[in-house]
Nanobody, 115 residues
Framework: QVQLVESGGGLVQPGGSLRLSCAASGSFFNIYAMGWDRQAPGRQRELVAGIADGAGTSYADSVKDRFTLSRDNAKNTVYLQMNSLKPEDTAVYYC?????????WGQGTQVTVSS
């Protein structure tokens, strides 16, 4: 079983920054990919950023140059540094992992960008 523990969400003013963390634990040998999705009220869930073995890092166009995804393989942890936040970044952010072709999701963490 795989557990994902997310942290770092909260309320921030436009232009501010937040850093999300997601740590994976459980019984597994290797994590192929990790990343973050988000879902805002009334909108479809979208991929924000992901990093995969041999495939590098990818970002949604809406967050390029503002968000940075990094991964610590020794800690099975992925970080999402979010800068220059905008009100449209407000959403529940979900961490995911791909382990041997099986996707696992965290419980979600709320990010609210508002003045």
């Amino acid at each position: 079983q795989v557990q994902l523990v997310e942290s770092g969400g909260g309320l921030v003013q436009p232009g501010g920054s937040l850093r999300l963390s997601c740590a994976a634990s459980g019984s597994f040998f290797n994590i192929y990919a990790m990343g973050w999705d988000r879902q805002a009220p009334g909108r479809q869930r979208e991929l924000v950023a992901g990093i995969a073995d041999g495939a590098g890092t990818s970002y949604a166009d809406s967050v390029k140059d503002r968000f940075t995804l990094s991964r610590d393989n020794a800690k099975n942890t992925v970080y999402l540094q979010m800068n220059s936040l905008k009100p449209e970044d407000t959403a529940v952010y979900y961490c995911y992992t791909n382990i041997a072709g099986v996707l696992h999701w965290g419980q979600g963490t709320q990010v609210t960008v508002s003045s």
